[in-house]
């Protein structure tokens, strides 16, 4: 890809991106991820590769005015309308289509091609480690959801068996189990890398918020007669 097709696309990018918890940082962190993973790869198209990864959240803006559509959908429909308008061959917009489409985890439309594996992976990895943990915590207080639940004797519930939504709710259901879905060599050491610091993450977050609670209670019924 030639600078000048790489900037005209990342323009279009910068002018999409809404979300503060998928800005245009989180694109370039997906790209440069991407980038890596390619190199251990064979015959890898570039120009997919990177338009697919500068364009596979331009969808967010819909799905969050409705939150029934999907961003993937919507986003691999929208690049491949621009890709087209901007000149692209008929066959690579349509690539890039399908690899945004398939961006999002999902059982039933996996990705298939090298370069929607590696956009796939890379994605993925940027909601692992401490910084998936930054980027859902922002989100949580976005919408106004808590750090955590508690049950009905005040205890502060882990999030493994929680139905109300909360950032540990959202470990246990989602971050947690992200480090087993990934297609490529290197997107799994990356992943693999990253998990540890989650898992100390939470469990440090987990033991401080229990304990404040725990002894807390105790002290103040000492005080409260």
Known sequence: MNKEQYNIIERYMHISMEDSAHDKEHIYRVLYVALDI??????????????????????????????ELCHAAIGGEKAYQYLAEIGWEDNKAFYVKNCICTHRFRKNNQPQSIEAK????????????????????????????????LDKDGVVL????????????????????????????????IAQERQISAV??????LKEVQDSYEFGKKLLDDEVI
């Open 158 to 189: 882990d999030g493994k068996n929680d139905e109300a939504p909360s950032f540990f709710q959202e470990y246990k259901y989602k971050l947690e189990k992200l480090y087993g879905n990934f297609y490529t060599k290197r997107g799994n050491e």
């Open 118 to 149: 590696i956009l796939f992976d890379a994605d993925k990895i940027d909601a692992s480690g401490t910084l998936g943990i930054a980027r859902t915590l922002f989100y949580k207080g976005q919408i106004s959801e808590p750090l955590y639940s």
């Open 38 to 67: 390619a190199k251990q790869e064979n015959n890898i198209d570039y120009d997919v590769l990177i338009a697919s990864c500068l364009l596979h959240d331009i969808g967010r803006r819909e799905q969050f005015e409705n939150p």
């Open 200 to 205: 100390d993450f939470y469990n440090s977050m």
